[in-house]
Structures are given as C-alpha cells and as structure tokens.
C-alpha cells in the first residue's frame, strides 16, 4: 500500500462520529379528581438544559376552542413553564400546541430526527411536565435523563394534578 493512502485513511479514522438519534416516548396520565367543578388541566412537557434553560418544547394542550384565542390567557397559569419559555411564543406553536385532555392516559412519541429532539446534544437534561387548571390546582413533575446514551425507562408519580408521568427513551 502506498504512503498516500495512509494520508486518506488516517484523517477519517480521528474524526468524531455523529451522536446516534435517539426516539423519545413520554405517557401523561390525567387523574380523575372528583371536584364539584372540574375543568381539563392546561399542560407543558419540556426538555430543560443542565442551566434550566429550555431545550425544547414538546408539548402544550390548552384550550384552543375559545373566541379570539382567549384560552391563550390562562397559559401564564403554567408559572415555571411561561416564565422559562412560554411568554417568547406566539401560540398556537405547529407540532407543540393541542387541545387540553381529559382523564386518562396520554401518549406523545418523537423520533430522534424529529424538530422536538434534533438539536439536542449528547448530555443531561430534565424532562418537565407542568399542569395547572382552573378552580384546581398546579403542579410540576421533573424526570432527569440522558440524551441519548442508552435505553431508559423513568417515571414520577403526581400527588394531585399529574398521575404517572412516564418517559422512555429509545436508543
């Protein structure tokens, strides 16, 4: 083989491979509340950096039924959601926003390539889920995890507006 050649293998031999896409599957359960007036809970998922900072936005579900966009006046409700993120869009956001749920178990997927999990680099982050309703309460679950090193099944257990919140990440 000739010395040329090895001037051509070598440089392709040290140059870092591409992290792997990784598919993210996230399961929401809305629990039944028995309240004399009970309202759909308004919902943000969302990837957080090591920082706080948000990472990306996966999902939104509030009332999108309403004249004139008004169920847009109750988003400031998700308090750690709109203050990382939410007041800097313009909503309804394509691929994010939905109608709220009601009780039961809700399933969102996104694959590695998708706009939700592209930019993510190789590292730690935090999925969070917030819910607020309305003559209800709020709360937030925070599950950590690793994009996109290896299989994970995590989940956290909701007191009062969340139920189970699970995500599993798919290498």
């Keep these: 083989m000739k010395l040329s050649s090895f001037k051509v293998l070598i440089p392709?031999?040290?140059l870092p491979m591409p992290a792997l896409a990784a598919d993210l599957e996230l399961n929401i359960e809305i629990p039944r509340i028995n309240a004399a007036e009970y309202h759909r809970p308004y919902l943000a998922a969302w990837i957080e950096k090591a920082d706080n900072s948000v990472a990306s936005n996966l999902a939104v579900w509030?009332?999108?039924?309403?004249?004139n966009g008004e169920g847009t006046k109750w988003?400031?409700?998700?308090?750690?959601?709109?203050?990382r993120s939410g007041r800097t869009l313009q909503m309804p956001v394509d691929g994010v926003s939905g109608?709220?749920?009601p009780?039961?178990?809700h399933a969102v997927s996104f694959k590695g390539n998708s706009k939700a999990?592209?930019?993510?680099a190789p590292g730690r982050y935090t999925?969070?889920?917030e819910a607020a309703r309305e003559v209800g309460g709020r709360e937030m679950l925070t599950i950590p995890f690793e994009w996109p090193a290896?299989?994970?099944?995590?989940?956290?257990q909701g007191k009062t507006e969340l139920g189970k919140v699970k995500v599993v990440v798919k290498p």
């Design 12 to 14: 392709a031999m040290v």
């Design 75 to 83: 988003l400031k409700d998700m308090r750690q959601w709109w203050r």
């Design 103 to 105: 009780v039961g178990q």
């Design 127 to 129: 999925l969070v889920v």
């Design 99 to 101: 109608a709220t749920r």
């Design 117 to 120: 999990l592209a930019g993510l």
């Design 150 to 156: 290896k299989a994970q099944n995590l989940s956290a």
């Design 62 to 67: 509030y009332d999108l039924d309403m004249k």
